[in-house]
């Protein structure tokens, strides 16, 4: 009991001395020990742990914009140069196995790229289509040009249309078939729209090289083209249809090769079409006899009097 005693006036006499217990001897060194204050408060790597924990709730909390929104869109043309002209390799260098979606998109799907190519391409149709009636004139005088503003129009609405509601169509039958078949997953809309954005980039230069006037080079740079663009498409969405029938998968992949084809002789033979006969002079309206006819006094006399 002295001992007992002893250690309880100890203590008496120095109340904020330390005392060490076995579990204190068994301790590590290097170990960093989380003491326990009175106030029941944990040590600084629990601080931290909560401060991410509310880091991460918050952001879970933070509303999506909702589609109606700007800033929902933003996102869309959030994009560097580097990216788009990588996805613009991309699509002017098609081969099997090699995945648009996977390769260039990453599932970060932009509308800057396909906005401005359909612009582009719009404007260029329309402008090209002026310069083939302008050098068809400073080659044949007879030709009368007239300027034909009605074309921007109509190259807008049928580019936008088509990169936009192909697309659409697309889509849809894809989620219709996504559950007939289970193990399809098809692509986003946006991705969708993206894929067909890029595609139509190789008819630009294609229209630019239309100027050249002669018929069968402008038709061999029409088919290459339509070749590129086409087997860009067809590679994209292979993967995707592939686990379907194969009487759909070639329907489908079909469907989208003509209507990929339509759109580029649509555009050939309605921007650099023939001249219509109102645009050309009429001819003479001087009569001409054979050459084994002589004429007589009375056709003479006719001839002059009319």
């Known amino acids: 009991m002295s001992k007992f005693e002893e250690a309880t006036n100890l203590l008496a006499e120095t109340p904020d001395a330390a005392t060490t217990s076995k ?11 989380v003491a326990v204050g009175s106030g029941g408060s944990y040590g600084v790597e629990e601080e931290v742990e909560e401060e991410g924990d509310k880091t991460a709730l918050l952001q879970e909390e933070k509303p999506q914009p909702g589609f109606w929104t700007f800033s929902y869109y933003q996102s869309f043309f959030d994009v560097d140069t580097s990216q788009v002209l990588d996805r613009i390799k991309g699509s002017l260098l098609p081969w099997p ?40 004139q400073r080659r044949d005088p007879s030709v009368h040009y007239s300027p034909q503003f009605h074309k921007v129009t109509v190259a807008g609405i049928t580019i936008y249309c088509y990169a936009w509601l192909v697309p659409l169509a697309l889509w849809g039958f ?12 098809p692509y986003t809309f946006l991705e969708t729209v993206c ?27 029409g088919a290459l083209a339509l070749t590129l663009s086409a087997a860009g498409l067809v590679f994209t969405l292979w993967p995707v249809v592939r686990e379907d029938t194969r009487l759909v998968a070639a329907v489908l992949l079909s469907t ?47 001839m002059a009097t009319s």
């Open 23 to 33: 579990s204190d001897q068994l301790t590590p060194k290097g170990h960093v020990v």
């Open 256 to 302: 989208v090769v003509v209507l990929h084809a339509l759109l580029a002789m649509g555009c050939k033979l309605y921007f650099f079409q023939p001249l219509p006969p109102e645009h050309v002079a009429p001819p003479s309206q001087a009569t001409s006899l054979p050459p084994n006819i002589l004429p007589t006094p009375t056709m003479t006399r006719s």
């Open 97 to 136: 196995g090699h995945n648009f979606v996977r390769y260039h998109l990453r599932n970060r799907p932009d509308l800057y790229g396909p906005f401005w190519i359909c612009a582009t391409l719009a404007f260029v149709l329309a402008v090209t289509g002026n310069l083939t009636l302008v050098l068809a």
């Open 195 to 221: 894929i067909y954005g890029y595609s139509l980039f190789i008819f630009i230069p294609t229209v630019v090289l239309w100027l050249i006037p002669v018929p069968w080079l402008q038709w061999l740079f």
């Open 174 to 185: 894809l989620r219709w078939r996504k559950g007939v078949r289970e193990r399809m997953g």
